[in-house]
Structure formats: C-alpha cells, structure tokens
C-alpha cells in the first residue's frame, strides 16, 4: 500500500484468502482487504465491500487487535454513508425548492402580465 500498487497489493490479498481459511488465519489479509476497499487513494474504492471484509474480519475474529481497527473504519463507513445520504436528500430537497420557486416566478410574471393586459383594455373602456 505504501507504494501505491493498489493492483498487485489486492491480488496478493485476494490470493492468500483461500488458503489462509483453510488455516485459519486471516484476520491481516481480511483488514487488508478491507483496507484496499476503504482507503481514499485506492482507485478500488467500494466502501460497502470495505464494510463486508471488516464485518467479516469482526465476525471470525473478534479479539484480533485487527478486528478492533476493523470496527472502527466500518463505524467511520456507515458514518459516511448516512452523511452522503443525507447530502443526496438535501441536494433532492434542494432542487424540488429551487421548481417550486421557478414555477412560483413565473406565475408571478403571468400574474403581473394579466394586470398590465388588464390596465390597458380599462384605459382604452374610459377614452
């Protein structure tokens, strides 16, 4: 990761997940992976995959030094995904606001419109 080979340091991961099952031991290649998927430079970036390693890693292997890391990047996940969330129900909200304000001008100008149409047939009723 320190050299930024995200490619080779997923496939490494990925390859000795097999075999580290079969032992037992993959509390490191679980975080790793999980790590691979949460980290902002990584053009793998999947933080829902990110979360299923770390559960994973939490699952099988919860008194790992790991495991603990592991808990606290998926509380920082799901931290992330209700804040993206919420930003996608505001901008949702924000675009609704923003018609309903275009609609409400142009009725507007209509309106404004209808009074000068109005204006002008009273003149022209009074001449």
């Known amino acids: 990761m320190d050299s930024g080979d995200y490619p080779r340091f997923l496939a490494e991961n990925e390859g000795k997940l097999p075999q580290c099952r079969e032992e037992g031991a993959c509390d490191v290649v679980l975080f790793n992976l999980g790590f ?41 996940i799901n931290e992330h995904l209700a804040a993206e969330e919420q930003r996608r129900q505001l901008q949702a909200d924000l675009r609704t606001r923003d018609g309903t304000i275009r609609a409400l001008r142009e009725r507007l100008t209509r309106s404004r419109d209808i009074d000068v149409e109005m204006e002008k047939k009273e003149r022209e009723i009074l001449r």
């Open 36 to 76: 691979a998927y949460v980290s902002t430079q990584s053009p793998y970036r999947d933080l829902p995959k990110a979360s299923q390693y770390f559960a994973e890693l939490h699952k099988k292997y919860p008194r790992s030094p790991w495991a603990f890391q592991g808990q606290a990047w998926m509380t920082l």
